[in-house]
């Protein structure tokens, strides 16, 4: 099983940038799958998730400026990042897990690579 996130890269702050991650080895049907965040010296941080049914779920602050998606037919799960700030910046890290918005982070299943997001001042 492997899940491949790309998009990461330095965008000015009030920027967008999109990140996406597909995901291959078996069947996510009956897995959320969504996005993470961690900068150094501090926890990861659950950003958002999405299920089968697309229903998503967001970190509370985010919500209006990161819209996450999915396809699964592809298998892949996309972050839409909008009007990006300093604080935004992080290495973004793309997982999958039955219960992935109540899980630890140590019980996650499946983790992708990670993808590093700058945001310039």
């Known amino acids: 099983v492997q899940l491949q996130a790309y998009g990461g890269g330095l965008v000015q702050a009030g920027g967008s940038l999109r990140l996406s991650c597909a995901a291959s080895?078996?069947?996510?049907?009956?897995?959320?799958m969504g996005w993470f965040r961690q900068t150094p010296g501090k926890e990861r941080e659950f950003v958002a998730g999405?299920?089968?049914?697309?229903?998503?779920i967001y970190k509370e602050s985010l919500k209006g400026r990161f819209t996450i998606s999915r396809d699964n037919a592809k298998n892949t799960v996309t972050l839409q990042m909008s009007s990006l700030k300093p604080e935004d910046a992080a290495v973004y890290y793309c997982?999958?897990?039955?219960?992935?918005?109540?899980?630890?982070?140590?019980?996650?299943?499946?983790w992708g690579q990670g993808t590093l997001v700058t945001v310039s001042s």
């Open positions: 997982a999958a897990d039955p219960l992935l918005r109540f899980q630890a982070l140590t019980r996650i299943d499946y």
């Open positions: 080895g078996r069947s996510f049907r009956n897995y959320d």
């Open positions: 999405i299920n089968w049914s697309g229903e998503s």
